[in-house]
């Protein structure tokens, strides 16, 4: 009986990284379903020339905050369903008996789903800030404040992820959680952008965001933890 | 109820599901080698008593100890030494079978024994579906797949949550097997089954959870 107890322990790089290549494989063998949020992010903000006419001037003032925006309402249309796969078929239950931290288990699967859902947008940015007659000055600033805003809002939409796990049609509610939260990151990161359209400074709204990534990172993987505990807990 | 040598023993949990009471001062004591199941008709709590055991539900009142010390306080410890295999698989349906043990694997174990996981797919008649997704397996062969972490995770504590489900004779036969085996190495089992078990060796316990319980 006590032979078994003196088994190695398992290092925390360990379970984080089998949880993530595990979570990015079963994201490539559906990947057309994680395609979804780029393609709605590309069409909303295709939308906006068409609906509001092609003056370059009128679209460069306001191209920063449509593509922040659709990036937020891209994000939050993925996150419904970050952790109710594993909900569905019993995973989830297993990370948390698995006796390891479930706050590295859920860290690695908000990590994966950034890659599968807020990447795409990171990169496709650039050309949709051309497509809006953003200047060239402005898309680096832009890439790397939807890197760090999508990031946040990984972090942070996963808490409502997992605080809506066993509500039945939970989309409008981690909406109306995760949105106030997110709102600081939306003003921030268009901010950014906005500021060097007006050829100011951007980097203090970045280190804002650089800010609240690093806070996001340490303290949501916690909350994410304790919210599963209880959505698992309460059963179907 | 509880023995001197009882490694998990529960004391008198209770546990509301709104108004109606599901489990009513159960108590209940399990020590090494033993083989305990838990019977009781529809509705009279199983699933509700061996998820409060495993600690994934909390009772409203009592607690569970393993080795002296309430799970609560220390739940990892308990974990490591815990295989819980509830109604629902746990098994990804996008992966092979191989992949989804193999996850499970490396995330409880240090360096886990790989020629041993294809030994236990091919026992349970996966070895030539284990590179297939698991969605295209039957319910059956789903089940089978999260058997294999019976062999696969050296572990004191099996809670397993209707084992049979889904299982034809030869399932039933390789699980009864495991059982025993464990039992006789020194673990424990807890698990309930609304099939008739043919434990041959090694009579199991049981502890009756009657109707009574249900109503408040």
Known sequence: ?236 | MTSVDAVLSAIDLTSWRGETCVLNEVSLSLSAGQILQVVGPNGSGKTTLLRTLAGLALPDDGQVMWQGNNIEHDRSTFQSQLLYLGHKPGVSGALTPRENLLAFLHVRQASPDLTQLDDALDALALGERKELPCRWLSAGQQRRVALARLVLEPVNLWILDEPLNALDVDGIAWVVDRIEEHAERGGMVLFTTHQPMPLVRRQAQQVLLSEVEMSS
């Open chain 1, 1 to 236: 009986m006590s032979t078994e107890q003196e088994t190695p322990t398992v290092g925390i790089w360990q379970v984080f990284s089998t949880v993530f290549v595990r979570d990015l494989r079963i994201a490539f063998s559906s990947w057309s379903e994680g395609l979804n949020p780029l393609l709605f992010f590309v069409l909303v903000v295709s939308l906006f020339p068409l609906g509001i006419g092609p003056d370059p001037r009128l679209l460069s003032s306001i191209g920063p905050g449509v593509i922040w925006v659709s990036a937020l309402l891209a994000m939050l249309m993925s996150l419904d369903g970050l952790f109710a796969a594993d909900h569905r078929d019993g995973t989830l239950e297993q990370w948390v008996l698995s006796g390891q931290p479930l706050s590295i288990i859920a860290l690695a699967k908000v990590c994966t789903h950034w890659v599968r859902s807020g990447l795409p947008l990171v990169l496709m940015s650039p050309l949709l800030g051309v497509f809006l007659n953003l200047p060239t000055t402005a898309l680096p600033v832009l890439v790397v404040s939807l890197l760090l805003g999508t990031m946040i809002l990984s972090l942070v939409g996963a808490i409502g992820s997992a605080l809506t796990l066993t509500v039945k049609q939970g989309g409008v509610l981690l909406a109306l959680l995760v949105l106030p939260l997110s709102v600081p990151v939306l003003i921030f990161g268009a901010a950014a952008v906005q500021a060097v359209v007006e050829q100011r400074e951007a980097l203090g709204q970045l280190a804002l965001l650089g800010g609240g990534v690093m806070g996001a990172l340490a303290l949501a993987p916690v909350g994410i933890a304790a919210a599963l505990r209880v959505g698992v807990s309460s059963g179907d």
